[in-house]
């Protein structure tokens, strides 16, 4: 990832998110559930296009709420395949209300997205990517990379001079607790 180290600090949009959430461990439910929306719709475009419509899809998808997603229906679809301030693709918006309700059977079978991460760690990337694709809908290998490099489980989303590293490194992400 040198390459982001390099082109993000100081950038108007890659900077903050570079700087405080990339690599970053989170265990909120609703922004684990963003960063897989955010990076499913990242599919194809670039990631400077979804940050900057990151809060066009907080508003769109009820605040990340995974309660509320699981249970949008046609109607909600219909509208969201007509919101230009998100990525209009009927197979990431299905994808994404139908992986909101597989989080919300996490809860049942681990105690939550959350407890289901740590409950598999440590994968190699392949044995998540094999995971990521028999549990959700629309995470191929670079999607479920770089969901699990973006939340520390994976190594990789800094150089280790990189001020952003140090900063995450203190937050014992995953990949350093192996």
Not at 36 to 65: D, H, P
Not at 123 to 140: D, S, Y
């Amino acid at each position: 990832m040198s390459g982001y180290c390099d082109s993000a600090p100081g950038h108007p949009v890659h900077g903050p998110y570079h700087d405080h959430e990339y690599g970053f461990p989170q265990t909120d439910e609703s922004g684990l559930f963003e960063r897989l929306v955010l990076e499913i719709n990242q599919a194809g475009l670039s990631w400077e296009t979804i940050l900057k419509k990151r809060e066009s899809f907080r508003k769109a998808y009820s605040g990340f709420s995974v309660d509320k997603v699981a249970l949008y229906a046609e109607k909600d679809r219909a509208r969201l395949l007509a919101d230009a301030g998100i990525i209009r693709n009927r197979l990431k918006v299905d994808a994404t209300i139908h992986n909101a309700q597989v989080i919300r059977g996490l809860r049942g079978s681990h105690g939550g997205f959350l407890a289901w991460l740590e409950a598999h760690h440590p994968l190699t990337r392949p044995e998540w990517v094999k995971l990521f694709k028999q549990t959700f809908r629309f995470t191929g290998g670079e999607i479920t990379g770089e969901f699990l490099m973006s939340l520390g489980y994976l190594p990789g989303a800094h150089r280790a001079d990189c001020p952003a590293f140090k900063r995450a490194a203190k937050c014992k992400p995953a990949w350093m607790r192996k």
